[in-house]
């Protein structure tokens, strides 16, 4: 199947043959009725499509709706979300698998981390290589793509998900400092000989992941084997009470048990989700993690990791409020 239309934009970011298969995909559902369920009325696509490209460029005026494919060329699934003064151009997916078409706490709070140059001890942006495993929306991908980093966004390999992420990301890209990404499908534990074939990373972000302990080893198994030598990976949830809090926090237990350094990062309150969302599920937690075992942790002093050092803590984090991670 030959990749046609408005979605040609995406082989920026795509393989062509792995676009290629996820519009085969695409193409087996009814988007008819998908566009019915979210409001979409054919009789004013131009007036939609207007929209977004006033959007688009009230952001960059070098952005255009024609960098998206037609599907995401409407209010309802481009919009534009603001994190510590960088306007971000975003597409919603409409993915069955997980909870991956919402922007959580973690990721924005990851994301103001990245603009305000609170991670010590990356290179400089155009030669930090950042991978990015759960990305859902890829709000923080986006971020670092924008500030010039080599970003690999992944998530799992289902096709709503994944183009919706290429889309953003297609979209960033045209005025972003860095000219290389792509968007991978992967399941964590999964061999990552693909995610890491022009290099390991040097900055792993994961944002939202811990919520399913069972998942917790195949997760570290994805981010070990794709951490550089000297790389951090930034660890970053809440709790949604899906699982004692206990259970979700045993995943840094059994991180330190397979050789990774965990270091305190702190805490923040944002904004709920929505108005009926409990505001502990927009309470950030995080962490720094390093490989104990090739030589990367000599930037980690024992004493900072054995007490909550704020060297580096974000702007407006408080580890006061609640104990922290390695003292609980």
Not at 116 to 134: I, Y
Not at 209 to 214: A, K, S, V
Not at 221 to 242: D, E, N, V, Y
Request: with cysteine; aromatic share 6%; hydrophobic share 40%.
């Amino acid at each position: 199947m030959e990749c046609h239309g408005s979605w040609h934009h995406l082989k920026a970011v795509l393989p062509e043959a792995l676009l290629e298969r996820l519009l085969k995909e695409e193409s087996k559902e009814d988007d008819d009725f998908t566009m019915d369920l979210f409001g979409e009325d054919e009789s004013s696509d131009a007036m939609r499509s207007e929209a977004v490209d006033d959007l688009l460029k009230s952001v960059d005026k070098r952005l255009s709706v024609h960098h998206l494919p037609n599907r995401y060329r409407s209010p309802t699934w481009c919009f534009v979300k603001e994190v510590a003064g960088m306007r971000i151009p975003l597409v919603l997916g409409c993915s069955k698998q997980g909870h991956g078409d919402v922007i959580w706490a973690s990721a924005e709070f990851a994301a103001a981390v990245l603009i305000n140059n609170e991670l010590k001890g990356l290179p400089p942006w155009h030669s930090t290589r950042v991978l990015e495993v759960g990305a859902g929306l890829a709000l923080p991908s986006a971020v670092a793509l924008r500030l010039g980093a080599k970003v690999v966004a992944t998530d799992v390999p289902d096709h709503e998900r994944l183009l919706a992420m290429s889309a953003s990301l297609a979209v960033n890209l045209q005025i972003a400092q860095s000219k290389s990404v792509s968007v991978l499908p992967h399941v964590w534990g999964e061999d990552c000989g693909t995610l890491c074939q022009d290099g390991k990373f040097d900055l792993i972000l994961c944002n939202d992941c811990l919520y399913i302990p069972d998942l917790h080893r195949p997760l570290l198994k994805s981010i070990s084997g794709s951490l550089a030598a000297s790389g951090m990976a930034l660890i970053c949830f809440s709790f949604h009470r899906t699982a004692p809090e206990s259970a979700i926090l045993g995943f840094f237990d059994l991180a330190k048990e397979l050789g990774l350094q965990v270091k305190d990062f702190g805490q923040r309150q944002l904004p709920p989700r929505c108005s009926n969302m409990d505001s502990a599920r927009s309470y950030v937690w995080a962490a720094k993690c390093r490989d104990l075992h090739r030589g990367s942790l000599q930037k980690f002093s024992t004493s900072e990791l054995a007490t909550s050092d704020t060297s580096d803590t974000p702007e407006g984090t408080s580890r006061y409020q609640n104990p922290s991670l390695l003292g609980r």
